[in-house]
Structures are given as C-alpha cells and as structure tokens.
Nanobody, 123 residues
C-alpha cells in the first residue's frame, strides 16, 4: 500500500525558493515512478516533473525546466521537488503521485496521490 504525504509548501516571494517533500509510509516506494503535479484555482491539474524508480531519469514541464529539480531518496521513501526562482504562475496546490509504470506526464497513469500542499508566490 502506498500512502503519500506532502509537506514544505507555504508563502514565498517572487524569486524565492521552496523544497517540497513527499513521504511514503509504505514498503514499496522504490518500485514506483514518482511525479509532481500542480493545480491552480480554476485550472486543470498539470504535470510538473517525474522521476523513474531508480532516479536515473527525470522529465520536466517546459514551464519549470531549469528552475525545478526532482529527486528521490529510496531508503528514506521520499521524493523532493526543489523549486527556485518562483513566480506568481507557480502558485498552486502541489501533489505528488506514484505510478507502477514508467515515468509519465499524464495524471491518469498515476494510481496513488497525496493530499497536496499549497504554494503561494507573492509579487
């Protein structure tokens, strides 16, 4: 069973940084590709970043490429999203998700989801 809990969200000024964490209380974390998605008010959930089970492959949405970094520590059952140079368009609730398949940018490919952590970027 996979149970995901995000943390690290909050209020930050434009240009600032935050690091989100997503911890899995289960025992099979290393079997899953992990993804980060976000949903802004009134908008659909969108892909942010994904990482393979080994951490060897990562992919990013164009809107965050060069600013965000996804990483994982399997022996800690945790995936991270380091977010730098934040701007108002990054304001959203951020969700982590787990997929038993390969890395994917499609929300439908992820079976397990956390409850989300809000990020607000003020100008």
């Amino acid at each position: 069973q996979v149970q995901l809990v995000e943390s690290g969200g909050g209020l930050v000024q434009t240009g600032g940084s935050l690091r989100l964490s997503c911890a899995d209380s289960g025992r099979t974390f290393s079997n899953y590709a992990m993804g980060w998605f976000r949903q802004a008010p009134g908008k659909e959930r969108e892909f942010v970043a994904t990482i393979s089970w080994s951490g060897g492959n990562t992919y990013y949405a164009d809107s965050v490429k060069g600013r965000f970094t996804i990483s994982r520590v399997n022996n800690k059952n945790t995936v991270f999203l380091q977010m730098n140079n934040l701007n108002a368009e990054d304001t959203a609730v951020y969700f982590c998700a787990a997929s038993s398949g390969p890395t994917s940018s499609r929300p439908g490919d992820y079976k397990y989801w956390g409850q989300g952590t809000p990020v607000t970027v003020s100008s």
